[in-house]
């Protein structure tokens, strides 16, 4: 097997590689779940552009949503009746 020597890593690849893990962190989880709680501060009271604009983030983040969604539970409190 042909592993990769730690000391035969330049500064510039591992630059490279903790640049693209720290992107791929804000895609995945950080800007989903700030889109996530912010939709759930905002969702009986966003106007018409402001959910538009939102959803078209939600577009463009959805690999990020769908891998917090099974942790999240945005369901209303139950209410006494």
Same mark, same amino acid.
């Given at each position: 097997?042909?592993? #990769?020597?730690?000391?035969? !890593?330049? !500064?510039?690849?591992? =630059?490279? /590689? @903790?640049?693209? /893990?720290? #992107? %791929?962190? !804000? +895609?995945? $989880? $950080?800007?989903?779940? #700030?889109?996530?709680? +912010?939709?759930?501060?905002?969702? +009986?009271? %966003? @106007?018409? =552009?402001? &959910?538009?604009? #939102?959803? @078209? =983030? $939600?577009?463009?983040?959805?690999? @990020?949503?769908?891998? !917090?969604?099974? =942790?999240?539970?945005?369901?209303?409190? &139950? &209410?006494?009746?």
């Amino acid at each position: 097997m042909n592993f #990769i020597d730690p000391s035969s !890593l330049d !500064l510039n690849t591992l =630059l490279t /590689l @903790g640049v693209y /893990l720290g #992107i %791929a962190g !804000l +895609y995945l $989880v $950080v800007v989903p779940a #700030i889109l996530l709680f +912010y939709l759930k501060q905002r969702w +009986y009271v %966003a @106007g018409s =552009l402001e &959910r538009l604009f #939102i959803y @078209g =983030l $939600v577009f463009v983040f959805f690999p @990020g949503m769908l891998v !917090l969604s099974p =942790l999240l539970n945005f369901r209303p409190q &139950r &209410r006494e009746v």
